[in-house]
């Protein structure tokens, strides 16, 4: 799994409430990834992360905010739940070298229920 | 904008059989292509790409795919199914922004083989 884990793996919350998913890789990978699938959606990016301190949006970043303080940890937080936000997310890294170019390797996710 | 069709929902095949699981492609440029399997409960794990060279992209597990450019597909093959085969499929395409690009998701196809 390229070293990647996620934290909680589970995890239920009720609307309204904080909540921080984190990422952490031990590959020293440059980019990371955040993303959400939900049935008949398959996989859509939230927000991702090309370098410490540099993050960017994806197609459903409205209602997440995303840092990234050192290369190993890209955190998620939901500033305040709501029940379109139960999913499971997933973090990925992406490799830079030619070799596995644009490949990107996924964490195991998190399920989250907003109740 | 660059996007990916997977034009079926579900796959059933019988074990020994080959399998198809067909994907089509829209995009400026050339095509960068992706295909990922998701088993239960697991996140998506890299099966092969393409990105120039060979039509015929040989990737893990046995599987291949083939790049055909006047159809704008990237089917995904197998010539003798197994029941440990059946998963979720998932195919991409790299998005062309940035440096590495992201990837845009298909919504997957639920691939079943029966003994």
């Known amino acids: 799994d390229a070293g990647i884990t996620q934290s909680p793996r589970h995890k239920v919350t009720e609307t309204g409430t904080p909540v921080t998913l984190r990422c952490h890789q031990t590959?020293?990978?440059?980019?990371m990834y955040w993303y959400r699938q939900d049935p008949g959606h398959g996989l859509r990016l939230i927000h991702y992360?090309?370098?410490?301190?540099?993050?960017d949006k994806g197609e459903v970043s409205d209602g997440y905010s995303v840092s990234r303080s050192k290369t190993e940890d890209f955190l998620l937080t939901l500033e305040s739940a709501t029940s379109s936000q139960t999913s499971v997310y997933f973090c990925?890294?992406?490799?830079?070298?030619?070799?596995?170019?644009?490949?990107?390797?996924f964490g195991p996710g998190t399920r989250l229920t907003v109740t | 904008a660059q996007s990916v069709a997977q034009p079926e929902d579900q796959v059933n095949v019988a074990e020994g059989n080959p399998l198809t699981v067909k994907c089509t492609y829209s995009v400026s440029g050339n095509p960068y292509l992706f295909w990922y399997v998701q088993y239960p409960n697991r996140g998506l794990q890299f099966l092969l790409k393409y990105i120039t060279g060979d039509n015929l992209v040989k990737g893990s597990y046995g599987f291949e795919a083939e790049f055909n450019k006047s159809q704008t597909s990237f089917h995904l093959k197998k010539p003798s199914a197994l029941v440990s085969d059946s998963a979720l499929y998932f195919c991409?395409?790299?998005?062309?922004?940035?440096?590495?690009?992201?990837?845009?998701f298909g919504k997957g196809t639920k691939l079943s083989v029966k003994p």
């Open positions: 992360s090309y370098g410490v301190k540099d993050t």
């Open positions: 991409a395409v790299r998005d062309g922004k940035g440096s590495q690009g992201n990837l845009i």
């Open positions: 990925a890294i992406g490799y830079g070298g030619s070799a596995r170019r644009y490949e990107q390797y």
């Open positions: 590959e020293n990978h440059r980019y």
